[in-house]
């Protein structure tokens, strides 16, 4: 899969790497345990520095994009061509030619197919910080109708834009490329008052995971750094409530080891 910077139509400026690198898109530094581990980071390097450490107040108040406390290292010898591929791509596949949906509840849901990937092409010694996204497709609400979908209208006001930061990061390259990487302690809900860290998405609307490299070896130097973005277009899909397309719930029964609910007590598609 060729690098894919997916700016998305008519909001661009929303999704770009500076923008997903700032204070709004980090809600109470938004994934799982990096509140505590970025304060705990400013505060060490400060300390080290002959500075006060920075209180949990001081962290929310600062600048976004993050500022440097000093000018980073130079790396001239580093040369890297990173490159991602996706693991199971034929069941997305499968998948996305009926439509993809993935299920969203307040306590939060995991993505299945799992998202996995497989990276090459890293610079082994040089530290790479790996993140996800989710983002809309479109400005559009859609519907099922007549066993496919279709717009419905205008999409809900955004939810809160969330990063997902891989509880690995960062990690040597060398190491990220031994085996596939996976995203499956991510979960999706529609709870908007979340705090777990979860990708909260909107019920009936589009939507495209991507994967974001940054080679960088703190997570204050993110900003700053080289990155790229990967996207696969396989992993689309409609956020739902309840599974619309019975096809859909077949492949998850027929795929899904955990899906014990539907074989036992034969749920599925539901009214939203």
């Not at 894919?4 to 909001?11: A, D, E, I, K, V």
């Not at 109470?28 to 304060?39: A, D, E, I, R, V």
């Not at 994967?211 to 739902?240: C, G, W």
Request: glycine share 6%; charged share 25%; with cysteine.
């Amino acid at each position: 899969m060729a690098f894919n910077p997916f700016l998305m139509q008519n909001r661009a400026s929303d999704y770009n790497m500076g923008s997903l690198l700032s204070q709004q898109y980090f809600p109470s530094m938004g994934f799982p345990g990096l509140n505590s581990q970025l304060l705990h980071k400013l505060q060490h390097q400060q300390s080290s520095m002959g500075r006060l450490p920075l209180t949990q107040t001081d962290l929310m108040a600062y600048p976004a994009p993050f500022r440097p406390f000093g000018v980073p290292e130079s790396e001239p010898d580093v040369q890297d061509d990173p490159k991602v591929e996706l693991e199971n791509d034929d069941l997305w596949k499968t998948f996305h030619k009926i439509g993809t949906e993935m299920v969203i509840t307040k306590t939060g849901r995991r993505i299945f197919p799992a998202y996995k990937a497989k990276l090459s092409g890293l610079d082994k010694k040089s530290k790479y910080i790996l993140l996800l996204d989710i983002v809309p497709c479109d400005d559009c609400r859609y519907k099922f109708h007549n066993g496919k979908w279709m717009v419905a209208g205008k999409a809900d006001p955004e939810m809160p834009k969330r990063m997902y930061i891989h509880p690995d990061s960062p990690c040597t390259g060398e190491q990220w490329m031994q085996k596939a990487v996976s995203f499956h302690k991510l979960k999706l809900t529609n709870n908007i008052s979340d705090k777990s860290g979860a990708a909260i998405l909107n019920s009936m609307h589009k939507y495209q995971p991507r994967i974001h490299l940054v080679r960088a070896s703190d997570l204050l130097r993110m900003a700053y750094s080289p990155n790229k973005t990967f996207v696969f277009e396989e992993t689309q899909f409609i956020a739902v409530t309840a599974y619309q397309n019975e096809k859909i719930t077949q492949l998850k029964i027929d795929h899904n080891p955990f899906a014990k609910g539907f074989r036992e007590n034969g749920g599925g598609r539901g009214k939203k």
